[in-house]
């Protein structure tokens, strides 16, 4: 695995614990009955969703790191298939989490269009490395 690969892999494995507390932090506001979590459906749904998109995300991006490595592109093409597929599993957690972080929120903000930032960017990269593997 090349060095580039070894360092972003290293950097989505520090997350986890932070996917983990993330987890944790959802079932506080479950089992405490925090307001503006369970008594927001809006809200508990994009959390959800938020949660679930970070931990595949960075599972995906990892398993993606050996095969960058095995691309028929040129170290620029690697680099930009590298930062675009990590960048999917930061911006699309984002989007979900930051669209409703006020209790009282009832629609999403303007932030979720980081959701489909991060949604662009997850296919590009992984276009980018197919066409490199094909």
Do not use: C
């Amino acid at each position: 695995m090349s060095p580039s690969s070894l360092s972003t892999a290293g950097v989505l494995l520090i997350t986890v614990p932070a996917v983990a507390f993330g987890g944790i932090s959802l079932l506080a506001h479950i089992m405490r009955n925090i307001p503006g979590y369970l008594d927001n459906p809006v809200r508990r749904g994009l959390w959800r969703a938020g949660h679930a998109h970070a931990g595949v995300l960075v599972l995906f991006a990892l398993v993606a790191m050996i095969y960058i490595d095995q691309a028929d592109l040129s170290e620029g093409l690697r680099d930009l298939s590298r930062i675009l597929i990590v960048a999917a599993p930061i911006l699309m957690p984002l989007g979900f989490f930051l669209s409703v972080a006020r209790p009282s929120d009832t629609k999403p903000n303007r932030l979720i269009w980081l959701v489909t930032l991060g949604g662009a960017s997850l296919g590009a990269g992984t276009l980018l490395l197919g066409i490199g593997l094909v």
